[in-house]
């Protein structure tokens, strides 16, 4: 068995102190280009790794960090933590990815755990509960940082939702829409709730009111976008329909071809998210974009700034702003 290469064989092949090897690993102090580069060329030559439970005994660290999410089998969560995990993965942190499954006894079973292995610090998407979850986290304890689903007063980074139900309410009624059905998830879903607000408040704002019996609302899955069955069977049928999340506009994007309505020149058809499937759809979905990078990347630059001392002196909550995409699947009314 080879010897354990140490930190003092990385110094001495690089020709530099101990010290400066530890501030390049650890970003601990700055170091030059050159000798940054010479000290990696040195771990990389002599296969040094890192020790990190020696590391973390030492500075009271673990360098990991707990990311739960609500149902990981969800694109738009999926490519959020792809973001979260390459942001923190660049600043020498790991992530142990958590799905509660949208049970909050599970989120606060999750979190209890992640308690239990000392993470450095917790990323959180939320079941729909309105309060925050009851387990560790806590403003005194280990820092947390709440992701698309916000908590008011605590750090929070989440997509301006009422400013996308908005954009997506003002491209139909530019298009000239006013019988326009809802395809919502659960209200107990902040996000969801805001982005009816937006939507709604917007056709208010231009004399639209949407009919009581024009909203259907559920899970925010695949199969609540089935149910758009019901929706355009009602008389006067709605010419355009607004899904609250992009997984449900594709549910209505099947069922409706399968009852022989054609997308755009029967129904348009609107999504929220703008997840890598619905460019993919034909007609391609027109929808909300929400930046998920810009997301994770926000969410887990405030949790490092959290844990290094540095809490941000802006508001605790961080919104990120929303983009329209207008493809193929909305036109003007027939």
């Not at 304890?141 to 954009?167: E, H, Q």
Request: contains cysteine; hydrophobic residues 40%.
């Amino acid at each position: 068995m080879r010897p354990r290469v140490t930190i003092r064989d990385v110094a001495k092949r690089a020709g530099v102190a101990i010290g400066t090897v530890s501030h390049h690993l650890n970003r601990s102090a700055p170091v030059s280009d050159e000798t940054a580069r010479r000290v990696q060329r040195a771990i990389d030559g002599l296969g040094f790794r890192i020790h990190l439970g020696a590391r973390g005994l030492r500075a009271q660290r673990t360098h990991s960090v707990g990311l739960v999410l609500p149902n990981i089998s969800n694109p738009f969560y999926a490519e959020v933590a792809r973001a979260i995990e390459h942001a923190l993965w660049e600043q020498g942190f790991q992530t142990l990815l958590c799905d509660s499954s949208q049970d909050p006894g599970r989120e606060r079973a999750h979190l209890e755990a992640l308690e239990g292995r000392r993470v450095d610090g917790v990323l959180i998407i939320r079941t729909g509960e309105r309060r925050p979850p009851r387990g560790p986290p806590d403003p005194g304890g280990i820092p947390t940082v709440y992701v698309d689903r916000a908590v008011v007063g605590r750090p929070s980074v989440s997509t301006d939702n009422r400013l996308g139900g908005a954009l997506a309410a003002r491209h139909l009624a530019d298009l000239g829409h006013v019988r326009i059905g809802i395809m919502a998830g659960e209200s107990r879903v902040g996000n969801v709730r805001h982005r009816l607000r937006g939507f709604q408040g917007e056709l208010a704002r231009r004399g639209i009111a949407v009919r009581d019996d024009q909203v259907i609302t559920g899970p925010q899955a695949i199969a609540l976008g089935y149910a758009v069955t019901a929706l355009v069977g009602r008389r006067p049928r709605p010419t355009a329909i607004f899904a609250t999340n992009d997984v449900v506009a594709v549910g209505a994007w099947r069922r409706l071809l399968e009852l022989g309505l054609r997308i755009p020149q029967d129904v348009s058809l609107v999504g929220f998210d703008d997840i890598e499937m619905s460019s993919l759809l034909f007609p391609p979905l027109t929808t909300v974009r929400q930046d998920k990078v810009a997301l994770g990347r926000e969410a887990a630059g405030l949790l490092l700034a959290l844990l290094a001392g540095k809490p941000p002196p802006g508001p605790s909550l961080v919104k990120i702003p929303p983009e329209l995409v207008i493809r193929g699947s909305t036109a003007a009314p027939p």
